[in-house]
């Protein structure tokens, strides 16, 4: 089935340790975001590409950056996770910008 | 700017009665519109969409319904299950060729056995 898969589903680093989080589609869409969660509240749109054009939010701290090598896969790096990182991590994909936007199952952040 | 809105954050429904979660926005050139639902640990799922040109729309136990002129949007769940029991987000794309969507706060949908 085609879908989005985001590994690893749990992931625990140290303060200030780099980390990466991995997403991949099998949809072949053109848009690739990443979202952070945090408890009870609703996704926040960190970035996206659409095919290899990068879109910053405004508000998304430098600490976090994304490489998107092909198609297929989109990362998520946080280059010194404080402990207000941890988080839900979502991937989402959608075919053109606009259109639905399908989500991956998250990476869970610890931060210790 | 875009906000959503959700008028009740918890919602506690007897398995088996019908559910309506409601949604609210602000922009009136809002085009777009998608219901999620967000199970315990895992992403968001869709559920049903709808475009402005509608004012209903009906999946399978789930129906959409938009009112333009009051900027208002529900999700109706008949026969509710157990598996009914998530979190469900509104998701609203602010105008034609955005790449964003806003999202609501989200209502916890819990189904009573």
């Known amino acids: 089935d085609a879908m989005v898969i985001q590994n690893p589903r749990y992931q625990v680093t140290q303060f200030g340790k780099p980390v990466t989080l991995s997403c991949s589609q099998t949809?072949?869409?053109?848009?690739m975001y990443w979202y952070q969660q945090k408890s009870s509240q609703a996704p926040k749109l960190l970035f996206h590409?659409?095919?290899?054009?990068?879109?910053n939010e405004a508000d998304t701290p430098d600490n976090f950056q994304s490489r998107r090598p092909n198609t297929s896969f989109c990362f998520l790096d946080i280059r010194s996770p404080g402990l207000g990182d941890a988080a839900m991590y979502l991937c989402?994909?959608?075919?053109?910008?606009?259109?639905?936007?399908?989500f991956g199952p998250g990476t869970r952040l610890l931060v210790l | 700017g875009e906000s959503v809105g959700l008028h009740l954050p918890t919602l506690s429904v007897q398995e088996g009665d019908n559910s309506i979660i409601n949604c609210a926005y602000s922009?009136?050139?809002?085009?777009?519109f998608i219901w999620y639902k967000q199970e315990s640990g895992k992403g968001p799922q869709f559920i049903i969409d709808?475009?402005?040109?509608?004012d209903k729309r009906q999946g399978q136990r789930v129906t959409v319904l938009l009112n333009k002129t009051v900027k208002h949007l529900s999700l109706q769940i008949a026969a509710t299950q157990p598996g009914d029991s998530a979190v469900y987000f509104c998701?609203?794309?602010?105008?034609?060729?955005?790449?964003?969507?806003?999202f609501g706060t989200g209502t916890r949908l819990t189904i009573i056995p």
């Open positions: 590409y659409y095919d290899k054009d990068f879109n």
């Open positions: 989402a994909t959608s075919l053109d910008p606009g259109a639905t936007q399908y």
């Open positions: 709808i475009r402005s040109n509608m």
């Open positions: 998701a609203v794309r602010p105008n034609f060729g955005n790449e964003k969507l806003t």
């Open positions: 922009n009136s050139a809002s085009d777009y």
């Open positions: 949809l072949n869409h053109n848009v």
